[in-house]
């Protein structure tokens, strides 16, 4: 991963709105965390409680460690990582921000029916899949404490959020069709314009003093192919609302749309549920034109040379 000099962070601070305020949601920050309120069905604005009315004692302990985790994951959780992101690179703002798919309204929906696993799932197996797919790692067990913490962080910050209720908010917001197919080559040309200055060149994220600034989008320390991010409209929804950093909403759709086909297009770890090859698992896992697992780009099948999953290639800390 590239490594950023103080220098470069300070003039990008100046130069991108937003990311002064992204660094005050990293580990380490004193600072306030905003809060984006999201509208309830009833009409009411709905905020998750201000982190200093975290209670003290026992519950509030483990709330606090359930935020650390999610903010500093790799740090918290390292026997559950493989790669180089944290849970708040696609929730932002620790999990609070609406339409970057927040903690609070994701803990109301659950259980639920995943056609990914074909069963109902409980929270605490949605989260076993986050780590296996998005942190390219291992699944704790259910009832181990990093899953505890995490469960009791999403039920605090959804205190007071209607139970079963599909809030405004919740995911990413939905993006309509492009007006003409996603293409790689503009593709290419919005991330060089757009987010290469923080995500870099070559996609692989850009660090400071032992810490990752912004997070590798493809390659060996990124998300693997069975995350539900490497689906280009999951990637264009949250590109579009949240991208760049301070910037959301800003991107025309058809950039979105674009953008998220390139980044998806590049190898990144195998999807643990490897069947034996590219084309078999594509059959078996990736049946959708979402995906672009399996399909040939510049003569090259996306992912018949994926490292292995599960993080054998994560940086030694």
Same mark, same amino acid.
């Given at each position: 991963m590239r490594k950023l000099p103080l220098a470069g962070i300070v003039l990008l601070g100046l130069i991108v709105p937003g990311i002064l305020a992204y660094a005050q949601s990293q580990p380490g920050s004193t600072g306030p965390s905003p809060s984006v309120p999201a509208t309830t069905p009833a009409g009411e604005a709905f905020r998750p409680p201000p982190r200093d009315a975290i209670p003290s004692g026992p519950y509030g302990d483990m709330v606090r460690l359930g935020r650390a985790i999610f903010r500093d994951t790799g740090k918290y959780a390292p026997a559950f990582v493989g790669n180089e992101l944290r849970?708040?690179?696609?929730? *932002?703002? +620790?999990?609070?921000?609406?339409? /970057?798919?927040?903690?609070?309204? $994701?803990? !109301?929906?659950?259980?639920?029916?995943r056609a990914k696993n074909k069963h109902v799932n409980t929270f605490a197996e949605r989260l076993q899949g986050c780590f296996r797919f998005s942190m390219n790692g291992k699944a704790p067990?259910?009832?181990?404490?990093? *899953?505890? +913490?995490?469960?009791?962080?999403? /039920?605090?910050?959804?205190?007071? $959020?209607? !139970?079963?209720?599909?809030?405004?908010?919740?995911?990413?917001?939905?993006?309509?069709?492009?007006?003409?197919?996603?293409?790689?080559?503009?593709?290419?040309?919005?991330?060089?314009?757009k987010c290469a200055m923080c995500h870099g060149a070559d996609g692989q994220g850009q660090s400071a003093g032992g810490t990752v600034v912004f997070p590798p989008l493809w390659g060996a320390n990124s998300y693997n192919w069975g995350a539900g991010m490497h689906m280009v409209n999951a990637a264009a929804a949250f590109i579009k609302a949240n991208m760049p950093l301070g910037l959301g909403g800003t991107l025309s759709d058809q950039d979105a749309w674009d953008v998220a086909l390139f980044v998806d297009s590049q190898e990144r770890p195998q999807d643990p549920r490897f069947a034996g090859s590219a084309a078999e698992t594509r059959h078996r896992f990736h049946d959708s034109p979402w995906s672009m697992y399996g399909q040939t780009i510049a003569g090259h099948v996306l992912g018949s040379t994926s490292v292995p999953s599960g993080g054998s290639t994560r940086q030694a800390k």
């Open positions: 849970c708040s690179n696609c929730h *932002l703002d +620790a999990g609070r921000l609406a339409g /970057a798919s927040p903690l609070w309204a $994701a803990w !109301v929906a659950f259980p639920a029916y067990s259910l009832g181990d404490k990093v *899953l505890v +913490a995490l469960e009791t962080y999403s /039920a605090w910050l959804a205190h007071g $959020a209607p !139970v079963g209720a599909d809030m405004p908010g919740r995911g990413y917001p939905g993006l309509p069709k492009s007006t003409s197919p996603p293409d790689y080559g503009r593709g290419q040309a919005v991330y060089q314009a």
